[in-house]
């Protein structure tokens, strides 16, 4: 039940301006970011073109320097960064020498710019209204107090936003994360710009809203004859989205050109790279041709790891109960108003039962109570009702001692590489510290089995007496999943615990989490949120939607068959899911 | 915003009668007779004894006291300083000048504090930035009652610019010198609150999304910069309120200021201990009412802490 | 749009790209917060001041035979208020005491005063703090209504009226109780609102999960990471409450005049302001000079323990 898109290529004709004539010429750009430790050059020796009406994605991990492409257009670099060297001509004007006054009349009016995250991009302070407001004036669109309020009103709704004219009024913090990116396109296109830069706009936003709002953009724009420089870190977005693609890496452009083209035919490895290990277009690839040929270069083959996962599946019918979760129920009370309270039913009445040696995945949105639920089952908090029981010993309700003794063979691995290790501890001590707390072993042991466990994640045991700050998130990570092997656990819970990272990245801890598991017979809980990265991991799928479980079923027969129109609308919703691919 | 003045009202119920309790309990739980504690060193003649007895309840159970005191403390009737005067007549005539000295000063300190402040924060690491922060430490460093002194001296005694008390003339301009010293003392915690929130605010992405909309920079930085790098600055008033009303002690004791503090000046000084027992506490009472306003004029600027 | 093709831009391999996924790239030297923060301090000129005029005053707090050998309890009164002469280089108070030596040996006094406060605003403040902000609810709001109570009442007002009615017991370490136990409240609030954040990242969830108690995680993993807003208060509590307890001293109220400290000296000087000003401005001076080093090492430690400002180092 697949949607086909094909990319528009229609032409058209346009004499109200030369169309021929590209909008932005960007050429040679440099940029450099001083730091303490020397300067850093994000941005080297970029060029491409932006043509009028244009839909142009950029690609890349964290640190491509796609975001500082993105920002240098129109200047606003972060503090210590500028533009080293190379052109950027709007409209055939060089804007790299333009003064600060030169430039505010091009922001806004000429480029438009759509921010990533929509919390820190609102001022608090300022209600709705004043800050659609601001962008009005500033750029001239209108003029006098009626004009501008009823502009204002019209760019929400245009931008999607109902019952517009009673959230000027509000305040950001009142608004959804959906609705806040919707003012901030609202915003950025109320100008009527020439060409908006959306700079990863929807990576904070769920799955099923990101789709909404960016067919919302497209159409925006396509109406407005609005150019649109995307930028993101999903390739199946931006092939999806643009009809040219641009691979960036590491300050440098890889490779370029029409996005279906570069999708089929990848030529730079680092392209072939991207494509391997991204799971959306994985999702896909196992309908469409077996003959594609992709090479990896050391990153993990998508391909191969499903197809491993087929094996698996035979092995479900036969394998005994290591999770078992039976009706399981949280409720908070929310207190509304000054006396009164509401129930609150984070998670109602899930049961689930996970095959020892395989992988359950449960996906939900926010809101839907899968953290919650990873807690329960965690016992970092006591359910309201029901029951979890780990192999044939229950969780529930049972002493502290013998949860104590329990958690001996359950551990959990969490989303931020970044707040999950102590920063004041060393990376030896933060892995042995399971070993401390359950009396095993004696320092020596210990020692031999942090480095034994060191090697087990592929990180070098000189790494026990540094600190996580020195570490990337991928190597972070991992160095959470050694602490969560350290006491030989029989399930391991992975709350997001791939969420965070670059995708090639986010494909080498897949894998080693795939090996862990085949080595020691490991039974893993995937929390996220992806569906895409459930395609390649899981053996079975568990759909969670507000606090109920909404679907189950092996991953095979969700992703070919789903029955409720919620998983449907999950499936849908994955960015590259509506690609053709040429067979 | 309802609700949240509500709620903030209805905590300031327990903490009025927990600080008055506590005010009470320090001095009548103390070892020793308390009353001969309420006259210090001097050993007071039977009758005054018996007095003073009588109009603290001492005869009665603790608990008891404590609420006949309170009583007292709520419908006004305060008792009497040991000279005889009704302590509500100086009340009327010495709190609308210790107001006015205090609103002064924390006027001033808050000028000072943002000023100085967003100059730091807008020019940071540079030679204004570094210079500001040691002048203001220096400043802080000083004790205020030294720093009185010697602005009496040399501004008062030595250049003759301003009065060297204030006596009867309370004057906004009368009061300005121990006003402006007194907030020179305590201005640097402030400052570098505005500092830090001006730098923090520059890099704010919100800032960013200003400037991409086209904003001129002249715009942005009292709308988007100043006006939210102002909020911990208001909420470390509430502490500047407080070194002030402490402070109001030692400078209408200097100056001579015919207010609320110089009463507890001279109290203290001769030890007159129920006297300073009940303007410690109407001087609490005042912070605690600050306080309130404090936190109100807080969810004026922050408009995420009214509909919580 | 026109009819125009997209041409396929390839860029050259550059074998200096190689694309090594996530290499581990270890620095030379180890890096963690408090390591990354002595470096940033050792590398301040300010820092070494500071910690030196600390180091001075502490010695002559613990040594002050090390400074002079006269007797501070000595007085002539022949040279009341003289000035400056051989061997006495400050000159004299009132009833002629040296008055270098006065301010050596007040040196531990209000020293004294100042370490008592913090140890007991710390010891109340930082159970307080934590306790109500890591269990929540009926705890956090049982102790933070008694922060509360003791936060409204300033300090210094308490500490005249605990110093008026005891005016039998006045010593170091009743001015130390009377003025910690009230400022503890600040301390309180402070560290109350870092732990409230600290306690949700996701290494204090690990360490329950793995089966610590939830007082043993605070112990080990919350607090050493909630330390940073405590010591820079702390550092400045103790400038603070030296000039607290030279003020009480001004008022009559601190210590008796029979001990030498720099708030007495400073009262007693303050009648002669006029004609023999040196008097006061001397142990002035020394106290200014101690309360802003201590001053300093606070705003220093707090800037390299900042997070924010390691980003740019």
Same mark, same amino acid.
């Given at each position: 039940m697949s949607k086909e898109t094909t990319v528009e290529t229609t032409p058209t004709n346009e004499t109200v301006r030369d169309s021929s004539m590209p909008l932005v010429q960007v050429q040679d750009l440099e940029v450099t970011f001083v730091t303490g430790s020397g300067d850093v050059q994000a941005v080297r020796g970029v060029s491409f073109d932006i043509y009028p009406g244009e839909t142009v994605a950029i690609v890349g991990e964290s640190g491509s320097g796609k975001s500082t492409t993105a920002t240098a257009l129109i200047k606003l670099l972060a503090g210590n960064g500028s533009i080293t060297g190379g052109k950027i001509l709007v409209d055939g004007e060089d804007i790299t020498e333009y003064s600060e006054r030169q430039m505010a009349s091009v922001r806004g009016g000429v480029i438009g710019y759509v921010p990533q995250d929509p919390m820190s991009n609102l001022n608090p302070v300022w209600s709705i209204g004043f800050q659609v407001r601001e962008a009005i004036r500033a750029n001239g669109v209108a003029s006098g107090r009626h004009e501008v309020e009823a502009k204002a009103i019209e760019v929400l709704e245009q931008a999607g936003l109902s019952d517009a004219a009673r959230r000027m009024k509000q305040f950001p913090h009142q608004f959804s994360g959906g609705m806040r990116q919707r003012v901030l396109i609202g915003i950025g296109l109320g100008a009527e710009p020439r060409l908006l830069i959306a700079d990863e706009p929807t990576s904070a936003l769920d799955v099923t809203v990101q789709k909404v709002i960016l067919d919302h953009l497209e159409s925006l724009t396509r109406d407005r004859k609005t150019a649109?420089?995307?930028?993101t870190h999903d390739l199946g977005l931006a092939a999806e989205r643009a009809s040219k693609l641009i691979v960036m890496h590491r300050g440098k452009i890889v490779e370029a050109g029409a996005s279906l083209e570069i999708l089929q035919h990848p030529q730079h490895p680092y392209t072939r790279q991207l494509i391997a290990a991204a799971p959306s277009l994985a999702s896909r690839r196992i309908h469409s041709s077996a003959g594609d040929s992709l090479t990896d270069e050391g990153v993990p083959d998508m391909l191969r790891l499903a197809e491993r996962h087929a094996e698996i599946e035979k092995r479900l019918a036969t394998a005994p109960i290591a999770v078992s979760v039976k009706d399981l129920r949280k409720t908070y009370s929310i207190r509304r108003g000054a006396f009164k309270s509401e129930p609150l039913h984070a998670v109602d009445g899930i049961s689930f039962d996970i095959h020892k040696g395989t992988t359950l995945a449960l996906v939900g949105e926010s809101g839907s109570g899968k953290s919650t639920a990873a807690r329960l089952i965690l016992g970092l908090e006591p359910p309201t009702s029901g029951a979890v029981v780990i192999g044939d010993t229950p969780m529930t309700g049972v002493s502290a001692r013998d949860l104590f003794k329990l958690r001996r063979q359950m551990q959990v691995v969490f989303q931020d590489p970044y707040a999950s290790l102590d920063p004041q501890r060393s990376i030896g001590a933060i892995i042995a510290e399971p070993l401390k707390v359950h009396k095993v072993g004696d320092h020596e042991a210990r020692v031999a089995r942090v480095e034994e466990l060191l090697d087990q994640v592929s990180l070098p045991t000189a790494l026990a007496h540094r600190y996580p700050n020195e570490l990337s998130g991928g190597q972070r990570q991992r160095v959470a999943i050694a602490r969560a092997l350290a006491l030989k656990p029989d399930v391991v819970v992975l709350d997001e615990a791939v969420s965070a990272l670059d995708v090639l990245v986010q494909a080498q801890i897949l894998q080693l989490l795939a090996d862990l598991q085949a080595e020691l017979g490991l039974t893993y809980l995937f929390i996220t949120h992806d569906l895409a990265v459930v395609r390649v991991v899981a053996d079975a799928v568990a759909v969670m939607e507000q606090g109920k479980i909404v679907e189950t079923g092996l991953t095979d027969e969700i992703f070919g068959n789903a029955q409720q129109p919620y998983t449907q609308r999950l499936l849908d919703a994955i960015p590259g899911a509506g690609i053709k691919f040429a067979s | 915003m309802l609700m949240y003045v509500v709620r903030r009202l209805l905590q300031a119920i327990p903490v009025f009668f927990g600080t008055t309790f506590l005010i009470y309990f320090m001095v009548f739980s103390m070892p020793g007779n308390p009353v001969l504690a309420l006259f210090g060193d001097k050993t007071p003649n039977p009758a005054v004894l018996e007095q003073v007895t009588a109009q603290y309840n001492?005869?009665?159970p603790f608990i008891v006291q404590y609420f006949l005191y309170l009583k007292n403390l709520v419908t006004g009737d305060l008792g009497v300083t040991f000279s005889g005067r009704e302590v509500n007549d100086i009340l009327a005539n010495a709190f609308p000048v210790t107001l006015k000295l205090v609103l002064m000063a924390v006027v001033i300190e808050l000028v000072l504090s943002i000023v100085m402040g967003l100059i730091s924060g807008l020019r940071k690491g540079g030679i204004q930035d570094n210079a500001n922060l040691i002048v203001a430490l220096v400043l802080?460093?000083?004790?205020p009652f030294v720093a009185l002194f010697v602005a009496q001296y040399f501004i008062g005694i030595k250049l003759g610019w301003a009065p060297v008390t204030v006596g009867a003339d309370t004057s906004w301009g009368a009061m300005l010198l121990p006003a402006i010293v007194?907030?020179?003392t305590i201005y640097v915690t402030g400052m570098r609150l505005m500092r830090g929130s001006v730098i923090e605010a520059q890099s704010a992405e919100y800032v960013r999304t200003a400037a991409a909309k086209g904003l001129s920079r002249s715009r942005i930085i009292p709308v988007h910069i100043a006006r939210n790098s102002l909020i911990p600055v208001v909420t470390n008033s509430a502490a500047s309120f407080g070194a002030l009303i402490a402070g109001t002690t030692v400078t209408e004791g200097i100056f001579n200021i015919p207010g609320v503090?110089?009463?507890?000046?001279?109290?203290?000084?001769?030890?007159?201990?129920?006297t300073v027992v009940s303007f410690v506490t109407i001087l609490t009472i005042l912070y605690v009412v600050v306080n309130i306003l404090v936190d109100l004029l807080y969810a004026v600027l922050d408009p995420r802490i009214r509909y919580v | 749009m026109s009819d125009r093709t997209v041409e396929h831009y390839v860029a050259p391999i550059d074998p200096a790209d190689a694309i090594e996924v996530d290499? @581990?790239?270890? #620095? !030379?030297?180890?890096?963690?917060?408090?390591? !990354?923060?002595?470096? !940033?301090?050792?590398r301040r000129p300010l820092f070494y001041i500071a910690v030196v005029i600390v180091l001075v005053v502490t010695t002559a707090a613990l040594f002050p035979s090390l400074f002079t050998d006269l007797d501070p309890r000595k007085g002539d009164l022949a040279f009341s208020n003289a000035g400056p002469s051989d061997g006495h280089?400050?000159?004299?108070?009132?009833? #002629?005491? !040296? @008055?270098?030596?006065?301010?050596?040996?007040?040196?531990?006094?209000s020293l004294s005063v100042g370490v008592f406060v913090v140890?007991?605003?710390?010891?109340?403040g930082i159970p307080m703090g934590a306790l109500a902000a890591y269990y929540g609810r009926w705890v956090d709001s049982l102790l933070s209504r008694i922060g509360d109570i003791f936060f409204a009442i300033p300090y210094f007002l308490a500490a005249v009226v605990v110093m008026s009615v005891l005016s039998a017991h006045r010593n170091v370490f009743v001015i130390a109780l009377a003025i910690g136990g009230f400022a503890w409240a600040s301390l309180a609030r402070i560290l109350r609102a870092e732990v409230l954040q600290v306690k949700n990242l996701e290494y204090v969830m690990a360490s329950e999960a793995v089966g610590r108690s939830k007082f043993s995680t605070l112990v080990r993993h919350v607090l050493p990471n909630s330390l940073t807003p405590v010591i820079v208060y702390l550092t400045i509590a103790l400038g603070a409450a030296i000039t607290a307890e030279a003020t009480l001293s001004f008022l009559g109220i601190g210590l008796p005049p029979s001990v030498m400290s720099w708030g007495n000296d400073i009262a007693q000087a303050q009648t002669t302001l006029r004609t023999a000003p040196m008097a006061l401005f001397w142990p002035s001076l020394a106290l200014t000079v101690t309360v802003l080093a201590f001053i300093i090492l606070g705003e220093l430690i707090r800037d390299a323990l900042d997070p924010k400002a390691r980003a740019s180092r």
């Open positions: 649109l420089l995307l930028i | 001492l005869d009665k802080s460093s000083v004790p007194i907030a020179l503090g110089n009463v507890l000046f001279h109290a203290i000084k001769l030890q007159e201990n129920a | 290499r @581990v790239n270890l #620095g !030379d030297r180890k890096s963690s917060l408090w390591i !990354d923060a002595w470096r !940033d301090l050792r280089p400050l000159g004299f108070t009132r009833q #002629g005491y !040296d @008055v270098y030596a006065r301010i050596i040996f007040g040196a531990s006094t140890l007991i605003t710390a010891a109340i």
